[in-house]
């Protein structure tokens, strides 16, 4: 304050400023106590917030474990994926049955004869593409019901590649490219779907020479053309034989699908058999899931003896309750299980509460697969006896609900910071009112004693007058 800058002029050897500044600071003490508390809230504010981050993630885990699709999951496997791959949808039944490949699934494609001059110009005229399915012998064309045809408008001037170019921008179902051989120019088509029914057919609706069926002008695209007619896949399973517009048959086993790849000799085995590796996975991402928990709570709550050293949460009852009821549904039963335990599938609870899993105990166990479905998954609408799953997703979803544990503690924490900041605020605004009547006397100080000294010189050197000899 400007009036503390000139604090003690007057007095001389008095240090009034200091002695406020002093007085000040006695009054100020108090506020870094009030500060640490703050600092000291925020710290236990994150530690929950660490804390929830971990109870979610283990209650996603605790989700997957109480998932049906964990435990329907099932892998299909083939003896050759050269020939044959094999995928299965969750659910599928165990099974195992033979494949044979005969033939692969074609789209149908045709070749112009060769057309010269290269580069050329072929005429005007119209061509018709039209879908449908091709009857081979005798050879006749079936147009698709529903799909209309496509007609391309050809000038006089359009080249091979020209026309090539129209039909793919015609979007007809069919793609063109042009063959350069020794004989000319081809324009090659293909059906851009396989199978038998997704045949197509080219015609010339009109050309500028008048005669749309002879080898001379647009017609010599069509006339004299080879084809190549489109087949379906061909397998036979167990030797019975099926067959797909594509080389991906869905359904015909239920619940599995087959791509052949390539025709083989010899039969391929399909193996269907529920995966325990995806069991597996889900056991052991909640065990490491509940760990961290564990681990983190155990941190948080420490205390060391020797060097007296304290957790952030020592002493917390929220977090020391919050452990007891993890550890509580881990020690609860499961009804309706040949399993009632954790313990009783090869997980089980080491020294500081942390989670083990004894492998070849778990798979042992899921060789009784539908067992330990149960054990983490029964619903006996009864909190203490449900699958041990259940259990931890239904506590730690009221754990992390907007009404549950996380935020009501969040909330009172800062109910906490924001009374401590009212304090800060009080301190200091007394501090200020302190400072200022401190200032205000000490300044009255300051010049009642510069008056004092001033008299008193005034007083020293009229004695020295008194007592001067006479001159």
Do not use: C
């Not at 971990?54 to 885990?61: C, Q, V």
């Not at 474990?65 to 659910?91: E, I, K, P, R, Y």
Request: glycine fraction near 8%; avoid cysteine.
């Amino acid at each position: 304050m400007a009036t503390i800058s000139s604090l003690g002029v007057g007095s001389g050897g008095l240090d009034t400023k200091s002695i406020v500044a002093q007085l000040v600071a006695l009054e100020k003490a108090p506020l870094a106590g009030i500060q640490l508390k703050a600092a000291t809230v925020n710290a236990r504010i994150s530690a929950f917030g660490q804390i929830k981050s971990l109870i979610s993630t283990l209650a996603d885990a605790a989700s997957t474990l109480n998932s049906l699709t964990t435990f329907n999951a099932v892998t299909a496997t083939s003896s050759d994926n050269t020939a044959v791959t094999a995928a299965a949808v969750g659910g599928t039944a165990a099974n195992s049955f033979s494949v044979k490949v005969d033939s692969l699934a074609k789209a149908q494609s045709t070749a112009s004869v060769a057309l010269l001059p290269v580069g050329g110009a072929l005429g005007a005229g119209t061509l018709r593409l039209q879908l449908g399915k091709w009857t081979v012998v005798p050879a006749s064309f079936t147009p698709q019901i529903g799909v209309a045809p496509v007609d391309i408008t050809v000038s006089a001037t359009d080249t091979v590649t020209d026309i090539a170019s129209k039909i793919n921008g015609a979007g007809a179902g069919v793609t063109a490219t042009v063959l350069n051989d020794v004989s000319g120019q081809r324009l090659l088509l293909r059906s851009s779907s396989t199978g038998a029914d997704a045949g197509f057919q080219l015609t010339v609706l009109t050309d500028a020479d008048g005669a749309p069926a002879d080898a001379s002008g647009l017609s010599r695209l069509v006339v004299g053309s080879s084809i190549l007619y489109g087949e379906n896949a061909a397998i036979r399973i167990n030797d019975i034989a099926v067959s797909s517009a594509t080389n991906t048959f869905t359904n015909v086993v239920s619940g599995v699908t087959l791509k052949a790849v390539a025709p083989n000799a010899t039969a391929v085995q399909v193996d269907v058999a529920p995966n325990k590796s995806t069991i597996t996975d889900a056991v052991n991402k909640f065990v490491a899931a509940y760990n961290k928990v564990n681990d983190s709570i155990n941190e948080l709550t420490k205390y060391e003896p020797a060097t007296k050293a304290t957790g952030m949460l020592q002493g917390d009852s929220t977090a020391i309750g919050l452990q007891n009821a993890l550890r509580g549904i881990l020690q609860s039963t499961t009804s309706g299980s040949a399993y009632s335990r954790l313990a009783d599938i090869g997980i089980t609870q080491q020294l500081g509460g942390d989670l083990e899993v004894d492998g070849a105990k778990l798979d042992t166990a899921l060789a009784n697969g539908d067992e330990v479905k149960k054990l983490f998954r029964n619903d006996n609408s009864n909190a203490l006896t449900n699958g041990v799953a259940l259990k931890f997703a239904n506590f730690a979803k009221g754990l992390l609900a907007t009404d549950g544990l996380f935020s009501s503690k969040d909330a009172s924490l800062k109910r906490s910071l924001d009374l401590n900041a009212k304090e800060q605020a009080a301190l200091s605004a007394k501090v200020a009112r302190v400072e200022t009547e401190l200032t205000r006397r000490y300044s009255a100080l300051d010049v009642q004693l510069s008056s004092l000294n001033a008299l008193s010189a005034y007083v020293t050197q009229q004695v020295a007058q008194w007592n001067r000899p006479p001159a």
